[in-house]
């Protein structure tokens, strides 16, 4: 398949998903979200993990709004629906994905990047919701996705004043897991996705599908969910398998 909004690549196992409208700084349109929908119905078996990045100098500065137009309400809904619906094959695919971000993480880039399971930013990288100086609302998942981590009054006042929130203070409220140097981000995350890709697929299905929907979960709930999911991904032979070597080598 042959792509005009993204890079796709897979080596050993770890996937490069790559935004590549640079001229754009990498604002999303219909069919960007649509080349990633692509990507994550049709994943080979061989893909562990995936890197998410954008290419040049941004990683994504949202809504590409020269493509905004104006639509009736139910087509509003239907395209946010849409938006969701790619957005959640990242988070949910039972693939974990590692992002690598620089630069800016605007708008729907937040909502795109915060799907991410790891997510590793450059010391240049800075967030802002600009939605309020839009006159719009977020559309992307940012109202649950992204308020889940920093928590409800603080993406309330981040989209009121439509600052920006730099790279340490977003590694503070959680929206990075790591800060490293300029031009460090995706030979991180490649570091990262390298380690990732060696744990059990059934571990990595468990951790990426079940903490959030656990995380919903009334606390009774949420045992319940966490002993079936233990059966699953603790009965298989490849667990077996590595359990049995790690005794063997304690062992030895």
């Not at 949202?62 to 137009?69: A, M, P």
């Not at 609302?137 to 730099?166: C, H, W």
């Not at 079936?228 to 991904?233: E, S």
Request: hydrophobic residues 40%; charged residues 20%; proline residues 2%.
């Amino acid at each position: 398949m042959t792509y005009q909004f993204i890079n796709y690549s897979v080596e050993n196992g770890v996937a490069h998903l790559q935004l590549n409208r640079p001229e754009k700084k990498n604002a999303i349109n219909d069919s960007l979200c649509l080349e990633i929908e692509h990507v994550f119905l049709n994943l080979a078996d061989e893909v562990k993990v995936i890197v998410l990045s954008g290419n040049g100098p941004e990683f994504c500065s949202g809504l590409d709004l020269q493509e905004h137009k104006a639509r009736e309400p139910f087509e509003v809904v239907k395209h946010s629906n849409m938006w969701h619906r790619v957005f959640g094959h990242i988070r949910d695919s039972g693939i974990p994905v590692v992002a690598a971000m620089h630069g800016a993480v605007i708008g729907g880039g937040l909502e795109l990047g915060i799907c991410a399971h790891v997510r590793v930013t450059e010391e240049n990288t800075f967030y802002r919701l600009p939605e309020g100086k839009h006159g719009i609302f977020v559309g992307g998942g940012a109202s649950v996705n992204v308020s889940n981590v920093i928590g409800v009054s603080r993406m309330t006042e981040m989209m009121l004043t439509g600052r920006d929130v730099d790279a340490e203070e977003g590694l503070r409220i959680g929206l990075a897991h790591y800060v490293v140097g300029h031009g460090e981000a995706l030979a991180k995350a490649f570091e990262i996705a390298k380690g990732i890709s060696k744990n059990s697929k059934y571990s990595n299905w468990a951790m990426t599908t079940g903490l959030s929907r656990i995380g919903n979960m009334s606390a009774q709930e949420g045992m319940y969910t966490e002993s079936l999911i233990c059966g699953i991904t603790q009965t298989s032979e490849e667990v077996k398998a590595r359990i049995d070597a790690f005794l063997n080598r304690k062992k030895s």
